[in-house]
DNA sequence: TTGTATGCGTTATCAT
DNA sequence: ATGATAACGCATACAA
């Protein structure tokens, strides 16, 4: 039993194609007129074949497939799940659904997403462009989209990052963590170690700046053995502050890169006999949801995920509406968020 | 400036369209056979235009979108994430895409899917098919469906669900309850409290029903003030919580129907002035991977996420290319994680 | 070994 | 107010 196509309606409703076609993307527009007669009897048909318009076809005439590519750099974060949360309730009303594609630390799937773009598989795309700094490829795959015009919005910091002339939603972790040092320094601590756990070292310039720039203001050294990098697991921000206070002059506060590895730096500091904020103060970034049900509730840089998501979709949604729109921009804040992990420095 | 098609390569190279289509898709198979010499002139006018074949006729014409639909029904418990990272890892090798529909805890979106599958935006389904108990409307269209021969597969648990015909993977938690309630029965413990968190009631009976019978067979009673129905968030757990120790006699252990809602839990545990596991034990399902980094580790019931999610694309896979498979199922198992959540009950 | 012709299901541009 | 007909870009059976 084969899928009912137009011709079978028309044919049952004995009109042609096209009227067929005209009722049920009711073209009541402009020009063409279809007797009410006629638009029972074809939408009679329709209801008796269960005819429904085939997807395949439309993309191939219409040339949009209504459907949003979605790139995110680590798909074990909840943050980013958030991001994804947002960009769907937004699309999804739109009709559009979301291509979420592999998720790629190493740029290798990339190349993959930006073909997908070209072959039209999907009509736009909302990144955080990870990877992009990863390799050489992948940023002349990007330009060249660019100047064909393929609707891009990228999610990413302002800081130290190249422009690429894509549509963006920029939100910087930059003066927060600023904030976060001010906090730190004002409480005692002299020695702030940083958990660096990240798949791309780029994507945490602003942070990291944001962390020595503080350090210098206030006279103090930047100790490299005090920002250890690692991987983006959990196991990886454990084992990295278990090396932390190893150190012959270990921390009494520690920054990590997000709050899903801020998780098992305070498994490690308890394992480590200590306790959190008393014996050491801890900040992480996301404020991803859980963060405020932890023991201790984890004081964190907060960016608004889910929003970042929906306001990325809207920039999509508006290009794809619209392709001649000038670029687009917008800057959403984050904020430094006090509760239970941080405190005075121990005497 | 057009993208180039399948004419201007044939034109560039002096050949035929359907030359063209031969190299490209190296149907160097069977009958077909294509001189060296063409064969290069053809893939040189391929670099040089830069061309590549549109996914869009490719859907039309061959059939297929090669892109699969998943759903799952809650977006912010990682353990979906694990089984969404499973799905997309196979199936991305295989050259699918995964259409990550919203997920839908009311039936509504559902629908929407469930039509994207007619028409054909996507060549199979991969579900926990949790709002079918919501609706009979959806009931309806998945029998449809499955007497269309549509590929789909179930994750689901064995008992008490309605077998819908279709390929599935199992994974039951009622044996592993009985050895969690065992255990706990064990240690001493005799009032032991449910947060029954979730979106979908009947997904978590499997669950529930270990429990009771566990309840039974060890002579104690079912005390329903016991067992708080709740929302699907973590907050909604530390409430429930909250109220299972406003109990004239509360709770000396508790099960959390997921590791996710038990984070809540804990918080409300040790929000009360009670630690875990001196005061209370806590057991919660699914191991998520943040759960041996909570404070205290979490003592879970074990299900492999990404397995799952990895086994359910292999048979979804599997029937794409062979639709006349015998109906297909795969069992995966579940177990008791002791951790540092559970141990005597209070004298 | 390669070219010709046809159809996939839609939608849009004409005529009628 | 409705109907023919021509693309959209590709893949394939068949002819040459």
Known sequence: MKRPTQVDVARLAGVS???VSYVVNDRADGRVTISEETRRRVLDAVAELDYTPDARAQALRSGDTKAVGLILPDIHNPHFWEVADGVEQEVSAAGYHILMSSIPPENKDAEDIFKDLSHRRIDGLIMVPSFIYQSEEAQKTLAYLVKRRVPIVGIMADHGERNFNIDRVVSDYRETTVDVMNHLLSMGHRRIGFVFGIAIPAL???RLSGYQSSLQSAGLPIDSSLIVACG?????SYQATKQLFALPSPPTAILAINDFLAIGVLRAI???GMNVPGDVSLVGYDDIPMAKYLVPRLSTASKDGE??????????????????LPRQEIKLP????LRESTGLAPS
């Open 17 to 19: 194609r096209a009227t």
């Open 270 to 272: 308890q394992d480590l």
């Open 334 to 337: 984050t904020r430094l968020i």
């Open 307 to 324: 929003k970042m998501g929906r306001e990325s979709a809207k920039l999509l949604l508006a290009r794809l509406q619209n392709p001649d």
């Open 204 to 206: 945490g310039n602003d």
């Open 232 to 236: 983006p697991d959990m196991e990886d």
